[in-house]
């Protein structure tokens, strides 16, 4: 395999007595997706801040193409582009004035730039776009714009925060098609993302929760690393029944699924067993009972709940 | 640490000069601003003499010497006088009568003055704004003496005869003595360094420091908060651009802005009022060290902020005692000496100096020298203060 392209090695980072990120150690290869995953405040972006040399590690090191990045960090910022969570681009520049800044700014050639350019608009499918304000953009076309700049100095490496959020579908698709094309090419993708069907198209998944790394493995790794087999029931009526269900002791957690509802439990076999036997809710009806494979909900659920028992304990 | 590349500089620079043809508000604010100020600045201070001062006169007299002084002190243009008749009171209440002053002649004064004991002239004077009291007053003295001339002028002229065959018995000397002594005594005042006796040559460098100092604390203090609030900063920070590239960039379109402006208020108080000046490239240097150095102020207070709202604040309060204490519309020397050490610490007093200095004294470098030596200190400390500043956003 190849030289893993960024490298975390015990990172840590507190602010006075909270720690955000502890103790993170993974690598991640050259050509990955690479998800990183986790409830809000789990330290995802103060992670990525510190990747991006913007915010310094309190512990540990790491770095991205063997150099430390942050004492090195103004040599590392050629080497990766970085769209963070919120549009930070100049509102009052056109599309065409914000390419051509950065393109400044991280010393892309002038007789390159315009070609680059070029090819980015058609990339971003901007090109009708070019003398607009960026700030009277839609959502998903100020995002395309940011992601367009941040690859304006051809960088092997990119940080994605949530790219996708607040997106409608057709641009969270859009946004994925551009991130492919990019994998393609073989540059690597750091992004974080709240969005479980989007977990599912990276080619790495992390989970972080509390400033700690959970897991990292393929999303096919992650959900074979269910131990127990998911139970799906049909029940009438809904809502009371999962009500109900939440207070039974034998389950960690219930959770609504296109209209049916979600077990999880350490033995679920055992529960079903005694359901069929002697159902123990006369007001609700249990219609029918399946089940299911663990998609990348499941395993979010069950990694950020702390669900004992449910998932096998995976080498990081 | 690289040299900084001319090509990112440009990249700051021209991004930062579309922030500012954008905002057209603070574009028309710039445009509009320094001609409005000179106009309104070079007017109000064109005379610094009071006139029209409202005032009472009351004459409890009525005598013909009375109506003679009156005739006097009514053609002078720093009251305007109001004269109720002699049965009128209250003239103390002068807040209450809407005046000034109030100026009494008594019942009985013309009697005192034929009987040798001239009485005084009740004389009631606000002093509220410690200013007007005293001249008023100089001016009711000043029209006191001009009757008092007049009024001897006529007695010497209806001395009788004998009496004059009396005086030439007076030894020559003693005579001469007495005449010098009938006479006003003058000093020949010479007014050097401001050839028409105009304020408004004065104050031109006020208005220049007044107007440059108030647009580029306050427009270049609101850049990097601005950038820090949108969150540009951040993206502006993982780009491969320097510190010093950034602070650069951003200087150089509001320099050239305020180098504008300061040519614009020059051409219009020297087209408008009439003003010389001497020395243009010395006047340059000095104008460009206090930009540099107004600009490395806005620059500090901006990297000091972490809104745009307390970027206008922190200028606000520096710029407040900044006009009211670095003598740019009134001399230093009113103020009280452990305040004037004080006054040495702006920008602006250095600049008001030097510009002074040169454009009225036509004075030689040595008389200035030092003002440039503290403006171009003030220049490198915010510069340094700013870029260290920066670097602990990075944190």
């Known amino acids: ?316 | 640490m690289k040299w900084p590349s001319l090509g990112a500089i440009a990249s700051v620079a021209y991004k930062e000069f579309l922030h500012i043809y954008r905002d057209r508000r603070v574009l028309l604010l710039l445009i509009i601003l320094p001609p409005f100020f000179t106009l309104i600045f070079g007017h109000a201070f064109e005379n610094t003499q009071l006139t029209g001062v409202p005032a009472l006169l009351i004459d409890r007299d009525q005598t013909e010497r009375t109506a003679r002084f009156i005739e006097i002190i009514s053609k002078d243009k720093t009251f305007h006088w109001r004269m109720p008749g002699p049965d009128f009171q209250n003239e103390s209440d002068l807040i209450g009568n809407r005046v000034k002053a109030a100026l009494v002649i008594p019942s009985g004064w013309t009697d005192s003055l034929n009987k040798g004991d001239p009485k005084p002239l009740p004389l009631y004077l606000d002093d509220s704004d410690t200013n007007t009291a005293s001249a008023v007053e100089g001016a009711v003295q000043q029209n006191l003496g001009t009757f008092q001339a007049k009024e001897r002028d006529l007695i010497v002229e209806s001395l009788p005869e004998d009496v004059i065959e009396l005086g030439k018995k007076l030894p020559v000397d003693i005579r001469k003595q007495f005449v010098s002594l009938m006479t006003a005594w003058n000093a020949e005042g010479k007014n050097l360094y401001n050839p028409k006796s105009r304020f408004i040559d004065y104050v031109v460098p006020g208005v220049i420091g007044l107007i440059l100092q108030l647009l580029t604390v306050t427009l270049m203090a609101c850049t990097i908060a601005r950038e820090r609030e949108s969150g540009t900063l951040y993206q502006l920070l993982v780009t491969s651009l320097q510190r010093g590239e950034i602070v650069i960039g951003k200087i150089l379109p509001y320099l050239a802005v305020s180098i504008c402006l300061v040519a614009a208020i020059m051409v219009l108080s020297s087209w408008h009022f009439g003003v010389a000046f001497y020395q243009l490239h010395v006047l340059a240097l000095i104008c460009l060290l206090f930009l540099l150095c107004s600009l490395g102020l806005g620059l500090l207070i901006s990297a000091f902020s972490r809104t745009q709202t307390q970027a206008i604040q922190f200028s606000v309060f520096f710029l407040l005692p900044v006009f009211v204490l670095s003598g740019a519309f009134a001399p230093l020397e009113q103020l009280p000496q452990a305040i004037r050490y004080i006054s040495e610490l702006f920008p602006l007093t250095h600049f008001c100096r030097a510009f002074r200095l040169v454009n009225m004294y036509h004075a030689g470098a040595s008389f200035y020298i030092v003002d440039l030596i503290v403006l171009f200190a003030g220049v490198l400390i915010t510069f340094i203060g700013a870029a260290f500043l920066l670097k602990r956003i990075e944190q």
């Open chain 1, 1 to 316: 395999m190849n030289e893993p392209v960024i490298v975390l090695d015990h990172l840590s980072k507190s602010f006075g007595d909270v720690h955000a990120v502890q103790d993170l150690s993974l690598t991640i290869a050259p050509g990955t997706i690479f998800g990183f995953l986790g409830p809000n405040g789990a330290g995802k972006t103060t992670t990525m801040r510190m990747l991006c040399g913007l915010t310094h590690p309190t512990g540990g090191h790491a770095t991205i193409a063997d150099a430390d990045v942050w004492k090195d960090r103004q040599r590392v910022r050629t080497k990766f582009g970085y769209v963070p969570q919120r549009f930070s681009l100049y509102r009052d520049l056109t599309v065409l004035e914000n390419f051509r800044f950065f393109g400044g700014a991280y010393g892309v050639p002038a007789r390159e730039l315009e070609q680059r350019i070029e090819r980015l608009l058609r990339l971003s499918d901007l090109e009708e776009k070019v003398n607009t304000a960026a700030g009277s953009l839609s959502g998903g076309m100020r995002q395309l714009l940011a992601i367009g700049c941040a690859l304006v100095h051809d960088p092997p490496l990119l940080f994605f925060d949530e790219p996708t959020a607040g997106l409608d579908p057709v641009h969270r698709q859009q946004i994925w098609n551009l991130l492919y094309d990019l994998s393609n090419e073989g540059k690597t993708i750091f992004v974080t993302t709240h969005y479980m069907d989007e977990a599912e198209r990276c080619t790495e998944v992390g989970f972080i929760e509390s400033g700690r790394l959970l897991a990292k493995a393929s999303p096919r790794a992650l959900k074979s690393s269910f131990r127990v087999r998911l139970l799906e029931i049909d029940v009438e009526p809904l809502m009371p029944a999962l009500v109900r269900l939440r207070g039974v002791p034998e389950l960690l957690g219930v959770s609504l699924r296109s209209g049916s509802l979600r077990l999880y439990a350490q033995e679920p076999e055992k529960l079903i067993a005694q359901w069929r036997q002697q159902w123990p809710f006369p007001d609700i009806r249990l219609l029918g009972e399946r089940w299911v494979e663990p998609d990348m909900e499941d395993v979010f659920t069950a990694y950020s709940q702390g669900y004992d028992g449910v998932l096998k304990k995976t080498e990081l």
